[in-house]
């Protein structure tokens, strides 16, 4: 039976950002609009809300399950890191709530297009199947020395070595073309089980975090904050991976030692162990908030 994407930390998500009666909520990965419905049905009517995804799926989708609210939305098959360019076209100046959940939903996960490896597919793993290169072309493109890099940094794989040189190595004569060409090659090198997760779990999160680039998009988007941030306005990080949660909590800090912005969770928020319990992908969660003060506060 295919899973339905439950959405993470709902509460703490609804606590820090749907505290507003005006203004522009922006959810940067509306993704099946858990999250949205819920901002929507916490504000009142002059609430209105900027809903990105870089999956058009997603976006379809969010549009069916948002429909009551319609008039209060706007959909943007676009990435979050858009958003600079997204607000100037729209005359928007400034937006005052900032949602990111980041990572990849259940539906994504349970689809065709190479997420998950109990299923065989194409080796594709991008979020916007028209927005560049498969996975399998990506390890055709990418030098051996980083991808063994990338896979030791970002996902702590062992034999990370060993395991570029047999992903190149196949790949070259025509053989990492499919999910299965990818697990087969990830239990050659690291035998069933890694950390006790399938061995290729680690791999295939970096393989999927190169393949749409995503750590290079939430510095373009952290980046952006100061030019797009309302002052009084809020950003929350939902993320689920050492990788990128350090990314956010280094902007946060370096915006708050510059002066203007605080943070009013030092190390970030993390699920209760209650919705641990019943939602198995809240148990890497952490949320980081960063607030924009008021000027002359
Ligand atoms: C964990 S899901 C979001 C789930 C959503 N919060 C909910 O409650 O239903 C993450 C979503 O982020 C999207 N995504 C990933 N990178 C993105 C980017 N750079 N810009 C916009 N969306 C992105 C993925 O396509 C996916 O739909």
């Known amino acids: 039976m ?3 994407h439950v959405s ?3 509460d703490e998500v609804l606590e820090v950002l749907a ?5 522009w909520v922006v959810d940067g990965t509306v993704g099946q609009a858990g999250h949205a419905l819920e901002i929507l049905r916490a504000t009142p009517p002059e609430v209105r809300l900027l809903a990105f995804d870089r999956d058009p799926q997603a976006i379809e989708e969010s549009e069916r399950k948002l429909a009551p609210f319609a008039k209060r939305v706007r959909f943007f098959q676009r990435g979050y890191e858009d958003l600079p360019e997204v607000l100037e076209q729209a005359e928007i100046k400034a937006v005052d709530r900032i949602l990111l959940d980041l990572g990849l939903s259940t539906t994504q996960l349970d689809s ?3 997420f998950a ?3 065989d597919a194409p080796l594709d793993m991008q979020f916007d199947p028209d927005g560049g290169l498969p996975a399998a072309r990506m390890i055709r493109r990418i030098s051996e020395k980083t991808l063994a890099r990338d896979l030791k940094e970002l996902g702590q794989v062992p034999a990370s070595r060993r395991l570029a040189r047999v992903l190149k190595e196949r ?6 073309e499919t999910v299965a060409d990818f697990v087969d090659a990830c239990r050659e090198v690291l035998g069933p089980r890694v950390r006790k997760m399938d061995s290729a779990t680690l791999p295939a999160m970096v393989v999927r ?3 749409n680039r995503e750590l290079e998009r939430l510095d373009r988007f952290l980046a952006c904050l100061p030019d797009i941030l309302s002052p009084g306005g809020k ?4 993320s689920y991976h050492s990788g990128e949660d350090g990314r956010v909590k280094r902007a946060f800090r370096s915006l708050a030692v510059e002066g203007g912005w605080s943070l009013p969770y030092k190390k970030g928020l993390k699920p209760s162990m209650e919705e641990v319990s019943r939602n198995r992908r809240a148990r890497s969660a952490r949320m980081r908030v960063a607030v924009r003060e008021e000027v002359g506060s």
């Open 2 to 4: 295919k899973g339905i």
């Open 8 to 10: 993470v930390m709902t």
């Open 19 to 23: 505290d507003i009666r005006e203004g």
């Open 112 to 114: 065709d297009r190479g």
């Open 117 to 119: 490896f109990d299923h």
């Open 171 to 176: 790949s070259r004569r025509g053989a990492m």
């Open 209 to 211: 975090i190169l393949t």
């Open 235 to 238: 950003v929350a990080v939902l």
